[in-house]
C-alpha cells in the first residue's frame, strides 16, 4: 500500500493533519522510545484511494539530542520509505531555519515532495505563504487541520499521486508479464550450463561439447512453461582458440556477470563432480553482491559416488557445497544431472517457491517488533567507552523498479551506524530469515546513521 509520510518540525502541526486524514480526533502521543509503525502510521480515511498515513514526528526522539538531529533523522526515514512525503509547515510563524534546513534534505526527493502549509486559518495568514516558495517545493498547499480548511484539495492531491504510482506499477508489471522471469543459468565453463538450459528446453537448441568453452555466445532465449513466460539467459563460456586459452575463464566470468545483472534469479551450475572451485566461489561472490535471489544447481550428480545411497551423498555433497559457498547461505540447491534430463523439474520447483514466498513482503510494523525483539533478548554488547548501538526504526525498501522476485532492503537508522558489528548484523538476518520463510533471496541491510552518510 502507498504510504504517504508527514514531515515537519515540531509544533507545525503534523499530529492535527495526521488525525485528520485518518479520521480520528484525540492525539496520539509518541512518549515511547522506539516507535514502531504501528503507533504512528494508520490507513487514510480522507482519500479515495487506499493508502497509509505515517507521522514521523518522534521517530528520531532517542537520539535526545536536540530536534534538530530529531527532524532530520524523521526527514531522512520518510525519503527512503515514503511513496509520497507532506512536508508541513506553519503559516503563523512563516518560514524558519529549520523549514530551510529540511528543504536543503529534501531536495533530492523533490518529486515526491508535496509542500503544505499549515494554519492558514484565515487571510492573514494567506500573506507569509508565498515566502514558502523560496524552498523551491512551489507555493504549497495551505490548509487548517485545526479548522478542517483545504482538506479536499490534500486528499485529491494525495489521490492524484497514488494514481500515477499505480500507473507505474501497471505498467512495470505488464513489462514482467510480457519478459516473463530472466534465469540466468552461470557457471565455469563445462559445469553443464548448456546441458541444463537443453534440458529444461528439452531440445537442442544449444550445441553441446566435450571442450570446455565451446559454447558460441550467451544467448536469450525466451520460453513458456506451465503457460508461464520465462526467459533464460545462457552465459556460456567463449569459443575456445588456443592463443586464448589462459583468458577462458576470465571472459567467462566477465559474461557471468552481465548475465547476473539482468537476471531476476540465477541458476549457480556447480560440477559437483569436480567439486567447488576457486571460480566457482568468484561467481557465486557476483550473485551476492548483486543482491540476486539463486538456486545453486548441483549438476553431473550422476557421477557423483554414483554407487552410493542417494540420500547419503546428497548429504555429503550438501556439506561440501555449503562449506564451500557459506556465504551463499540464503541459495537452497538441487542436485541434478542435465545430460540425463534427471531432476530438472526440482529446479523449477525451486524458482516457483522462491518466486511465491518472496511476495510476502515484511510489513515495517512486524519488522520493527521482531528487531525490537531480536535486541533485547540479546542485546548489541557496548565497546569500553562507546555507547550502545540503538535501533530508531527499520523499513523494507523494496528495489524500486517492480521486479519478479522482489529482493527487499532492510534499512536501519540507527543512532551511530559505527557501533554496528558485523556479528551483530548476522544476527539480525538470522533473526529476520527465520520469522519470514523467503528462501533463495538475500537478506541484506542498509545501516543508516545521522553522522554518516549511507554506505551500505
Ligand atoms: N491555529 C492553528 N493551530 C493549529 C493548526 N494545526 C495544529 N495547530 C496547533 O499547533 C500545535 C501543534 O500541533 P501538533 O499537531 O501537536 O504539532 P506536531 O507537528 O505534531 O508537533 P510535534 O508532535 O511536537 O512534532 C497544537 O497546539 C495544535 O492545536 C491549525 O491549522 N491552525
Ligand atoms: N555425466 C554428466 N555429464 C554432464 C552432465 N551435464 C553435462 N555434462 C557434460 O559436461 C560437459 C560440458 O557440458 P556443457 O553443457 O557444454 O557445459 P557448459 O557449462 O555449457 O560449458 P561451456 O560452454 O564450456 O561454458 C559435456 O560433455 C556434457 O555432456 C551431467 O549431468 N552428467
Redesign the pocket.
Known amino acids: 500500500m502507498p504510504e504517504i509520510a508527514i514531515v ?1 518540525r ?8 495526521f488525525n485528520r486524514l485518518v479520521g480520528r480526533r484525540i ?1 496520539i502521543v ?1 512518549d515511547m522510545p522506539g516507535v514502531t509503525r504501528d503507533r504512528i502510521a494508520a490507513p487514510s480515511q480522507l482519500t479515495k484511494t487506499a493508502c497509509t498515513i505515517v507521522d514521523t ?2 521517530i528520531g526522539a532517542m537520539l535526545d539530542d536536540g530536534f534538530g538531529a530529531q527532524v532530520t533523522t524523521e526527514a531522512d526515514i520518510a525519503m527512503s520509505t515514503a511513496d509520497l512525503i507532506l512536508f ?1 509547515v506553519d503559516a ?1 510563524d512563516g518560514l524558519t531555519t529549520i523549514d530551510q534546513s529540511l528543504a536543503q534534505r529534501m531536495r533530492k526527493a523533490k518529486g515526491k515532495v508535496q509542500l503544505i502549509v ?2 492558514a ?1 484565515n487571510a492573514e495568514a494567506d500573506a507569509v505563504i508565498g515566502d514558502f516558495a523560496r524552498m523551491g517545493f512551489g507555493a504549497g498547499l495551505p ?5 478542517g480548511k483545504g482538506m479536499q484539495q490534500l486528499a485529491d492531491t494525495i489521490d492524484g499521486h497514488v494514481a500515477h504510482l499505480e500507473q507505474e506499477r501497471e505498467d512495470a508489471e505488464e513489462k514482467v508479464s510480457r519478459e516473463g522471469l530472466k534465469i540466468a543459468i552461470i557457471g565455469r565453463p563445462n559445469a553443464g550450463k548448456s546441458s541444463l538450459t537443453n534440458a529444461i528446453l528439452k531440445d537442442d537448441r544449444t550445441i553441446v561439447s566435450e571442450v570446455a568453452g565451446t559454447t558460441r555466445d550467451s544467448i536469450d532465449i525466451p520460453y513458456e512453461r506451465l503457460g508461464e513466460q520465462h526467459t533464460i539467459i545462457d552465459t556460456a563460456g567463449i569459443r575456445r582458440r588456443t592463443k586464448m586459452d589462459s583468458s577462458v575463464e576470465v571472459f567467462s566470468s566477465m559474461r557471468a556477470e552481465r548475465s547476473i545483472r539482468r537476471a531476476d534469479i540465477c541458476l549457480l551450475v556447480i560440477d559437483v563432480a569436480a567439486g567447488v572451485t576457486a571460480q566457482d566461489r568468484k561467481i557465486a561472490r557476483m550473485v551476492l553482491a548483486e543482491k540476486k535471489p539463486c538456486v545453486i544447481v548441483l549438476n553431473k550428480f550422476d557421477l557423483y559416488h554414483p554407487d552410493g545411497n542417494r540420500s547419503a551423498r546428497l548429504e555429503e555433497a550438501e556439506e561440501h557445497v555449503r562449506k564451500e559457498l557459506f556465504f551463499l547461505a540464503y541459495a537452497p540447491f538441487v542436485a541434478v544431472s542435465a545430460k540425463n534430463r534427471q531432476s530438472v523439474g526440482l529446479v523449477f520447483e525451486q524458482i516457483t517457491y522462491i518466486r511465491k514466498q518472496a511476495q510476502n513482503v515484511i510489513g515495517t510494523g512486524q519488522l520493527n517488533r521482531l528487531l525490537q525483539d531480536s535486541m533485547q533478548k540479546y542485546p548489541p554488547q557496548a565497546k569500553k567507552g562507546q555507547k550502545r548501538m540503538k535501533l530508531l526504526y527499520a523499513t523494507t525498501a523494496v528495489n524500486d523498479h517492480y521486479t519478479a522476485i522482489p529482493v527487499p532492503t532492510y534499512v536501519l537508522f540507527v543512532n551511530d551506524k559505527r557501533l554496528l558489528a558485523e556479528s551483530y548484523e548476522q544476527y539480525l538476518a538470522n533473526r529476520i530469515r527465520e520469522h519470514f520463510d523467503t528462501p533463495g533471496v538475500p537478506v541484506t541491510f542498509s545501516v543508516r546513521s545521522r553522522n554518516n552518510k549511507p554506505s551500505r
Open positions: 515537519g515540531p509544533n507545525v502541526g503534523k499530529s492535527a493533519l492525539a509518541h514526528g518522534g508541513v503563523q499549515n494554519k486559518d490548509v487548517s487541520a485545526a479548522h
